[in-house]
């Protein structure tokens, strides 16, 4: 197994979200034992944190060969003071962290599926990144996007081989029915909102706040 590492800035980290995509399947699994974009003082910033999560996505569509990954440096010592035995009793969790446990840990685990979907994102503009996930057990789709424009990003999502679901739901004809939790992380805050879509169909149009990161879960 490689150890490979990765300290970036927010236009390294855009730019490489896709550094593994076309990775040799035949050489040995790697772990990226340090990964983060080091912008913003003394945590990172709002930019740092949407870079970190495009980078994420291309960690988790190549999940195959990514065994592990781990964040580092994960503390910082906000004290300026130069006073010896100075104090530190408060810890600040940057949004950058937030996000990552959004894509990567899904609130509790709540939102990483078990298999990677084979995915395409045609015609997106630059900064704009996905990855997608599924958990047949509990007959979920994660499809998580990641929208770093300062422009909101409608995009024409289309789901192939999806079945009807096999909860005991009555449907008065064959159209897929599905509900999706739309999860994304306000730029002021940095706390989650949720909300929930009606989707009639395996085709449908989601539109992306700017600077945001979003996890669709549809039930099927």
């Known amino acids: 197994m490689l150890d490979e590492h990765f300290y970036m800035s927010a236009r390294e980290s855009f730019s490489q979200a896709h550094h593994y995509d076309a990775y040799d399947r035949k050489g040995p699994k790697i772990f990226v034992g340090e990964w983060a974009t080091r912008e913003g003082d003394p945590t990172p ?11 994420l996505t291309g960690l988790e569509r190549n999940s195959d060969l990514i065994i592990m990954a781990s964040y580092a440096p994960l503390f910082v010592n906000v004290n300026r003071a130069h006073a010896v035995g100075h104090r530190s009793h408060r810890l600040r969790r940057a949004l950058e962290l937030r996000l990552a446990q959004l894509l990567d840990a899904g609130y509790v685990s709540s939102h990483l599926g078990t298999e990677v979907v084979a995915s395409t994102l045609d015609n997106a503009p630059a900064r704009v990144y996905a990855s997608v996930t599924r958990d047949d057990a509990k007959h979920k789709l994660f499809v998580k996007v990641v929208n770093a424009t300062s422009t909101a990003q409608p995009l024409a999502i289309a789901l192939t081989g999806v079945r009807r679901s096999r909860r005991s739901h009555a449907h008065d004809d064959e159209r897929q029915n599905a509900e999706c939790d ?34 669709l879960e549809l039930n099927y």
Do not use: E, M
């Open 45 to 55: 910033n709002l930019q740092a944190a949407l870079a970190d999560a495009a980078w």
């Open 182 to 215: 739309q999860q994304h992380h306000a730029s002021r805050c940095g706390c989650a909102v949720v909300r929930k879509v009606p989707i009639a169909g395996p085709k449908f149009t989601q539109t992306f706040a700017p600077y945001s990161v979003n996890v």
